[in-house]
């Protein structure tokens, strides 16, 4: 008990101004390779074109590029965030489209 209040709830050993695992960098990298794929794909196809699925693009990216004030966890919710109303955003697109 006394080391959660010490350090908090989430608190995560290690360097937190980059990313060292290589699996969420996989992780990354391969949704951003399908959201461009599901772009790609709902581009070429002239009844679903939307550009919805750039920004699930952008949210896999952001924790890759941008690391802010040095503390990756906030680019990763920042991340996360964008990629959920991107991928919301081109759900409802490609449903009515």
Known sequence: MDEILKHGVFWINGNLTAINSTLLILLLAVGAIL??????LAWYNLATRTRT??????GFLIPLIVHGDGNILKSLIIGYIIIIA???FSVQALRFS
């Open 35 to 40: 959201s461009l794929l599901i772009f790609y």
């Open 86 to 88: 991107g991928a919301s």
């Open 53 to 58: 699925p750039i920004l699930c693009f952008a």
